[in-house]
């Protein structure tokens, strides 16, 4: 009886200087967290600022030449830039080649769908009608934690055949797990960066005729980080052949590419928390290890109830970090 | 057995049944048992089923917002044609080829962010510090409005750069968010337990504040900065919605950002929206974690009732067949015993006939040995598979009993009472 106070006390003892060692823990991250985008801010506006002037005052004089030689007033010419401006911003080009291919056939509502459900949401074509707006709230609450559901299961399917193989060979030929998962995992980010932002990135700048070779790759990266700017957006020249096979073919990639993104975030989780990183950082554990947990019922019982740690609402925040939305947690609906 | 737990996930796979979990300390392949291959090969069905609902989801979302989109938007070419053709009959000196080449280059100009309609000599850039500010924290959470995007090259590399050491770090955050607000909402849960005095049921209490955390972080990230926004901004109540969700689900389209239009902000603007951005990832996190553990208990729930229906019919059918097998084998004894027992009374006979009738028939005594376990465990499975009444007459009545001939299954050994 009197160890197991004791057992208790300690233990209340090591949860509450837990407890203050995260809340320091996450105060250190926000702070670093500022730094980090200011550094952001400030490097981005010096790269970007001067162009940007440049590119204001070649508009103006633009404006100002057309004015000259011809018989258009200001006003008149404000109007109408406003108006192709308002219409551009849908999507919806004023230039005389694009009449033929709408934003909305079949094929190119269901990439919107997939930008929509994978949270890369490009923006170069969005709902114009009020209904679609509604419409799009409620796809996309039902839609994105579905499709988080989906990768998330197959990466757990593929990590038999893809990490724990692998690593499994590897430590037959003597290596210790440590070592064995680190080689294993530069391996593997070397094969997926080959695959899926190097060679997509050579076929898009090759069919995307305005593209550059870095063009395509910070199209890739940002479209696998679900960053998705939009500023690049492949299939959208006007007169692109087989429009609707490139769209799919884009959406497989996306998928695919989001999936393999996922699976190296997850052999990065679980080879951080075998080097104790996650211990350290108190970050919420590869859920493998607490299905270990979940073997000890009885024991686990009474602490639960207690501890105010409960419905893990948000664990897997850390397992998330990269992918899609950066909802970290219901990117990892690692449960399953 | 209770309702397992909705809320807490670890709470519904205590209830679930044998579970298959797989030992995973050591990262080597542990031999594999029956049941890990039986698991995977069943996760694979699910995820192929899964995935085959993503592609019909899709195909039906693709079919709604072309019927919802596409009037929409040939109204709008419509309308933009006739201003063109307006402007170009209006203004005569104009030909339709150096119009389209300012369209072209104004059009551009808009995708690098500068907007040429209105004058030009406001100050305000979109690379100044606050907005710049604004865009990284829209590339770390991956939301991404582009709105604002770098357009040199250096500009674009260090934004990959950027990018990939600064969306793990954010991720981190918000799991550290997520997980006070986890804490504190658990810690509340548990305050209110303690007080409740009422006799509900924890299942119903955690439903209960779950729901009321719905709602209170619905009304404080989603109809709060809606309301604000709509006043702000100027948007409609519609469209301010419809930014809080695309935003908050990092979906991002950029069409409506708060901050982005030409309106005199205040100073605190920008940094309390990002702050609200940070807080309100966090809740969406959270609520769409929820969504998930919810459509995995429905799914795990589905396949375990579909488990248990076969494991009854299988245990069902083994019973059927068992106790054919058994009756069959006692039949057999029977007419053997009988077949025994007429010749050894017809010796008698014929010895007493021929001898003398002085020697007594005894009765045989009524022995029972009985393995209760077996019984027991023989009586629940007749009752499950429903053959109870088949097998009573055979097992229990005083009239009958049935040799059993081999003790080392334990079966039920009773000698015949005659009567």
């Known amino acids: 009886m009197v160890s197991r106070s004791a057992d208790v006390r300690k233990r209340v003892k090591g949860d509450m200087h837990s407890v203050s060692r995260s809340w320091l823990l996450l105060t250190g991250f926000i702070l670093f967290y500022v730094i980090y985008l200011l550094l952001g801010a400030l490097v981005f506006s010096s790269i970007e600022r001067p162009v940007e002037d440049r590119l204001k005052s070649d508009m103006e004089a633009l404006k100002q030449g057309f004015l000259n030689q011809s018989c258009v007033n200001a006003t008149a010419l404000e109007q109408f830039l406003r108006k192709v401006l308002t219409a551009n911003k849908y999507g919806v080009s004023v230039l005389r080649n694009s009449s033929t291919s709408s934003n909305w056939d079949l094929a190119s509502s269901m990439f919107f769908a997939n930008t929509l459900v994978t949270t ?149 989780h679980r080879m951080a928390d075998l080097h104790g990183l996650t211990n350290f950082l108190q970050l919420p554990h590869c859920e493998e290890a607490e299905l270990d947990d979940d073997r000890e019922p009885i024991i686990e019982d009474e602490p639960e109830r207690q501890s105010p740690a409960s419905p893990r609402l948000t664990e897997e925040g850390a397992t998330k970090p990269l992918e899609p939305g950066s909802q970290p947690s219901y990117n990892t609906i690692n449960k399953g | 057995m209770a309702a397992p737990d909705l809320l807490d996930p670890k709470s519904a796979t205590h209830n679930t049944k044998p579970r298959l979990s797989f030992s995973t300390k050591p990262i080597t392949l542990n031999p594999r048992e029956e049941s890990e291959v039986v698991a995977t090969v069943m996760k694979w069905k699910t995820v192929s089923a899964i995935f085959l609902l993503v592609v019909l989801y899709l195909v039906m979302g693709a079919a709604v917002f072309r019927s919802l989109e596409q009037p929409h938007e040939s109204a709008q070419r419509l309308a933009i044609l006739s201003q063109k ?18 369209v072209k280059q104004v059009v551009s100009a808009i995708r690098s962010g500068v907007n040429p309609a209105g ?38 590399i260090f934004c990959i750069v950027y990018a990939l050491l600064g969306i793990p770090l954010f991720g981190f955050l918000l799991a550290g968010v997520g997980d006070q607000l986890g804490t504190i909402f658990g810690k509340g849960i548990a305050r209110v337990e303690m007080f409740v005095q009422w006799d509900i049921s924890q299942t119903k209490i955690r439903v209960i504040s779950t729901l009321l955390f719905v709602l209170f972080g619905c009304l404080l990230f989603v109809a709060l900065p809606a309301a604000i926004f709509k006043h ?36 605190y603007y920008k940094p309390v929206v990002w702050f609200w951005i940070l807080v309100g990832l966090a809740y969406f996190a959270a609520i769409l974690s929820m969504i998930g553990d919810w459509l995995r208990v429905i799914s795990k729930r589905t396949k375990e009732e579909v488990g248990e229906i076969r494991a009854h019919a299988a245990e069902w059918t083994a019973n059927v067949s068992a106790e054919f097998k058994e009756t069959r084998r006692r039949v057999s004894v029977e007419i ?84």
């Open chain 2, 85 to 102: 053709l307006e402007f170009l009959s209006r203004h005569s000196c104009v030909n339709q080829s150096q119009l389209e080449e300012l």
């Open chain 2, 232 to 267: 702000i901004e100027g948007w409609s109540a519609l469209e301010s919605l419809y930014f809080v969700v695309i935003t908050l689900t990092t979906i991002g389209f950029g069409d409506f950002v708060a901050g982005g239009s030409d309106i005199e902000y205040l100073d």
């Open chain 1, 120 to 268: 890369v949401g490009y923006g170069h074509n969005t709902p114009l009608s009020d209904a679609g707006k509604a419409f799009s709230i409620l796809y996309a609450l039902i839609g994105v934690p579905f499709t988080m559901l989906v990768l998330t299961a197959c990466v757990q399917r593929l990590m038999y055949p893809l990490v724990y193989a692998p690593v499994g060979v590897l430590q037959r030929t003597g290596m210790d797990p440590r070592p064995a998962t680190a080689v294993h995992f530069t391996l593997l980010m070397v094969l997926v960066m080959l695959c899926f932002f190097v060679a997509p990135a050579a076929v898009f700048s090759a069919v995307e005729v305005s593209w550059s070779f870095l063009d395509a790759i910070y199209f890739c990266f940002i479209s696998l980080c679900t960053i998705g700017l939009g500023d690049y957006v492949p299939g959208e020249q006007p007169g692109q052949k087989y429009r609707p096979v490139y769209k799919v073919a884009i959406m497989v990639y996306l998928f695919v590419g989001l999936m393999m993104m996922y699976l190296l975030l997850r052999t990065f």
């Open chain 2, 119 to 156: 004058t030009l000599n406001n100050h305000s850039s979109l690379w100044d510090l606050s907005s710049a500010f604004f865009f990284a924290g829209t590339v770390i959470t991956t939301i991404g409005f582009g709105n604002i995007s770098p357009h040199t090259e250096g500009g674009r």
């Open chain 2, 336 to 419: 053997y015993d009988k077949f025994q027992r007429a010749a050894s009374i017809k010796r008698k006979l014929s010895s007493e006939l021929g001898l003398s009738p002085a020697s007594e028939l005894t009765l045989p005594k009524k022995t029972v040995s009985v393995n209760f376990n077996e019984e027991q465990e023989r009586e629940r499975g007749e009752k499950e598979a429903g053959l109870h009444g088949l097998t009573t007459p055979l097992a229990k009545n005083g009239g009958l009993f049935l040799n059993g001939l081999d003790p080392e299954r334990g079966d039920i050994s009773i000698i015949e009472h005659l009567k």
